[in-house]
């Protein structure tokens, strides 16, 4: 399975940005897909993820109420629509399945994808 991420860009502080994470094929035995960022000398976070099979969704509290993740299941994609986006928000951000274990570590994620930087000035 690949994961090709997209959406990525610049935009000024309060604007929004949505990003798409779309997959070769369904992943099979996966939970479904999450969202991660890293910023320049921090270490890669854990943003959202969202399940297959009846879209819970889940979020670290730093984007809980300015982001949402979607998934179409028919296109195998998963979408991240970010708004109120503030400068520390600025980071690569990556997809990847979540194959099991706890939707917020890292360690339960595979196939990763190359990653969308986004860059909110301020």
């Known amino acids: 399975v690949q994961l090709q991420a997209s959406g990525g860009g610049l935009v000024q502080a309060g604007g929004s940005l949505r990003l798409s994470c779309a997959a070769s094929?369904?992943?099979?035995?996966?939970?479904?897909v999450g969202w991660f960022r890293q910023a320049a000398g921090k270490e890669r976070e854990f943003v959202a993820s969202i399940t297959w099979a009846d879209g819970s969704t889940f979020y670290t509290s730093s984007v809980e109420g300015r982001f949402r993740i979607s998934r179409d299941n028919a296109r195998n994609t998963v979408f991240l629509q970010m708004n109120s986006l503030k400068p520390e928000d600025t980071a690569v951000y990556y997809c990847?399945?979540?194959?099991?274990?706890?939707?917020?570590?890292?360690?339960?994620?595979?196939?990763w994808g190359q990653g969308t930087l986004v860059t909110v000035s301020s």
């Open positions: 990847a399945t979540w194959q099991r274990g706890s939707a917020y570590s890292e360690i339960s994620y595979r196939n």
């Open positions: 094929e369904r992943p099979s035995r996966t939970y479904g």
